[in-house]
């Protein structure tokens, strides 16, 4: 019955083929369940787990001088890189997951910032090595900066972002770093060009009323398998990806694609390009995702916030590699697509929500406004979030005062 009415409507192929769908239903049908029951209760205890393992802000003080370079903010980082291998058991009855960290950079009325957004158990990971790499630093548990905002488009004006990866033959191209910059090598402070002070400067410099945040989030890349990831793994490790990429670069560059082609020199820019990619897959490599804010009342509302938001990491790109540049955001282009601003603020409140639970790879707010992770290596993510030298000339940013010191080992008791 149901054949002869599909006949009336549809050509005879596409009849035979509903069929033959149809009559393996016992066979596919199943497998689809069981996979969309499997992902569900995978949200579920990973949200149990989540809320179990909790959060807190750590607030890092600058000591008054910092002279080590993005080095020592790499080798931080290198120490947050937590893969959180784990069983079946562990995965989908306990809700294990790859650990995720939120490294923020936060001006309010123009003082300026740094936090690390963790669960409690790496509290003590974090410290020690603050502590070991920037000697005079201090790290508090701070209150949460972002609590006492909310959504109120008759008080509030608040614009968000997300950024991504701009080169289109991908991610595996490197943003220019501090190695680039000059700055892995010793020379004097004053000559020293950091391009992390230009951001800074721009969040220093907004007035009270106003309000910048930076998020940037990551979390141990791995090659996902159904054991520590997902039921229906679909992701090869990068590192195979980038060796690929690589190559096909260097045999494009250099000619090694084609046996009779010219062989010619190679021009400093792209031996650059070579020497970046290369150092690329030395490096270990991160999902990241970054939001920007720019909030502020509306009495106190200036344009100009906005657009310094958007140019925060421009000076992080090179025309031969890759840069960091604006992604989806609450903006629309054309009034008619958003009558009434119901639209935006909806948007507005996702990205606000995404942005104060610090989620991002896990549920209630995966990949929020659509935003995919992309990949950095901790020489990148370490130019782009390091605590700055005294080249930076912003007086508004949070020091500690005076520096501490150790109490004369003849002091009487």
């Known amino acids: 019955m149901v054949r002869e009415i599909?006949?009336?409507?549809?050509?005879?192929?596409?009849?035979?083929?509903?069929s033959i769908v149809i009559g393996l239903s016992p066979v596919w049908l199943p497998i689809f369940l069981t996979g969309i029951f499997l992902n569900l209760?995978?949200?579920?205890?990973?949200?149990?787990?989540?809320?179990?393992?909790?959060g807190l802000l750590l607030e890092i003080?600058?000591?008054?001088?910092?002279?080590k370079s993005p080095l020592a903010m790499e080798i931080i980082l290198t120490s947050l890189y937590q893969r959180g291998g784990s069983s079946y058991i562990e995965t989908f009855l306990k809700g294990k997951y790859r650990p995720w960290f939120s490294l923020e950079i936060v001006s309010i009325d123009g003082n300026v910032r740094f936090f690390i957004w963790t669960q409690p158990k790496f509290r003590q990971?974090?410290?020690?090595?603050?502590?070991?790499?920037?000697p005079g630093v201090e790290i508090y548990e701070a209150e949460d900066y972002t609590k006492n905002v909310f959504l109120d488009p008759k008080e509030i004006s608040l614009w968000g972002t997300t950024f991504k990866k701009k080169n289109k033959k991908g991610d595996v191209y490197p943003i220019k770093t501090y190695v680039d910059y000059g700055l892995d090598r010793e020379q004097e402070e004053e000559s020293k060009i950091d391009p992390l002070t230009s951001l800074l400067e721009f969040m220093g410099s907004i007035k009270a009323g106003e309000q910048v945040w930076i998020q940037i989030l990551i979390q141990a890349h791995r090659e996902m398998t159904m054991k520590d990831d997902a039921v229906f793994p679909n992701r090869p490790s990068w590192n195979k990806k980038a060796e690929g990429v690589i190559k096909d670069k260097i045999d494009e560059i250099t000619g090694a694609d084609d046996e009779d082609g010219p062989r010619r020199a190679l021009t400093p820019g792209e031996k650059d390009t070579i020497a970046a990619l290369e150092r690329t897959l030395t490096k270990l490599p991160f999902e990241v995702g970054i939001r920007g804010f720019y909030i502020a009342r509306s009495?106190?509302?200036?344009?100009?916030?906005?657009?310094?938001?958007?140019?925060?990491?421009?000076?992080?790109g090179s025309p031969h590699l890759n840069e960091i540049s604006l992604g989806k955001n609450t903006d629309f282009e054309y009034a008619w697509e958003?009558?009434?601003?119901?639209?935006?603020?909806?948007?507005?409140?996702?990205?606000?929500?995404?942005?104060?639970?610090?989620?991002?790879?896990?549920?209630?707010y995966q990949y929020a406004l659509g935003t995919k992770p992309f990949i950095m290596n901790t020489e990148e993510l370490a130019t782009i979030f390091h605590l700055p030298g005294q080249v930076l000339t912003t007086p508004t940013i949070t020091k500690i005062p005076s520096r501490k010191s150790e109490p004369p080992a003849n002091l009487p008791i």
């Open 125 to 134: 990971l974090i410290e020690s090595q603050f502590y070991s790499q920037y």
């Open 6 to 18: 599909l006949s009336t409507l549809l050509p005879d192929f596409l009849v035979t083929v509903i």
């Open 338 to 364: 958003d009558f009434r601003r119901i639209r935006r603020t909806e948007k507005e409140k996702k990205l606000l929500n995404a942005y104060k639970l610090r989620s991002f790879f896990q549920i209630p």
């Open 299 to 316: 009495s106190a509302f200036n344009p100009i916030g906005i657009t310094g938001l958007i140019g925060s990491f421009r000076q992080f």
């Open 61 to 67: 003080k600058l000591p008054r001088d910092v002279f």
């Open 41 to 54: 209760w995978l949200r579920y205890v990973r949200t149990k787990a989540h809320i179990k393992n909790g």
